[in-house]
């Protein structure tokens, strides 16, 4: 409730947010919308919590950061996934298992993103980086980090693509 009277105070135009927060009193919220808001890290352990709070958020986000402390075991829904508020921000990160879809990562709008995939296949990620090699991809795009416990088969990643090795000679003329 302390938060939230601040929030009231300079009419819910809060540009950052940050949220780590035990069972929230949803029921006893005062907050309709976020709607200055442009950074968030929401930190919650329930599909529910998170739908609560991206929907309160505006659709141009610049940085998302999704956290759970069961990030071994949840995976975020994918109607969280498809919200505008995670497809078109500038930077997502997310400490959990992210389900996105091969279609769902081939429409991020983000420029830089970091996330564990367990969905995503080799033929979507071959495909994203075709795009970002080709000119299709996100304007301004700088990083994508995706870790798996899946084992990946390298050569139907970078099919269709030419790639050189970073090595010494590499490095010398760069």
């Known amino acids: 409730m302390f938060a939230e009277k601040w929030m009231t105070k300079c ?3 809060i540009k950052g947010l940050s949220v780590n927060f035990k069972q929230y009193p949803f029921e006893n919220s005062k907050i309709k ?3 200055h808001c442009r950074s968030v890290h929401i930190s919650a352990d329930s599909a529910d919590e998170f739908r609560w709070w991206i929907q309160k958020l505006p659709e141009d986000l610049l940085d998302l950061e999704l956290s759970t402390t069961e990030h071994d075991t949840f995976s975020y829904p994918s109607d ?3 919200c ?3 497809m078109n921000t500038a930077h997502f990160n997310s400490w959990g298992r992210v389900g996105f879809t091969d279609d769902q ?3 991020l709008k983000t420029k830089s993103v970091m996330f564990s ?3 995503i296949t080799e033929d979507g990620i ?3 980086l075709k795009n970002w090699v080709n000119g299709k991809g996100v304007e301004g795009f700088k990083k994508a980090l995706l870790w798996s416990e899946q084992t990946r088969d390298e050569l139907k990643i970078m099919r269709g693509i030419e790639v050189r ?3 010494e000679e590499f490095r010398r003329e760069a």
Request: negative net charge; proline residues 12%.
């Open 11 to 13: 009419n819910y135009e």
């Open 84 to 86: 505008p508020q995670v």
């Open 117 to 119: 995939c367990f969905n």
């Open 80 to 82: 969280i996934l498809s």
């Open 126 to 128: 071959n495909q994203f």
């Open 105 to 107: 990562f081939l429409k």
């Open 165 to 167: 090795p970073w090595d």
């Open 33 to 35: 919308s976020l709607p």
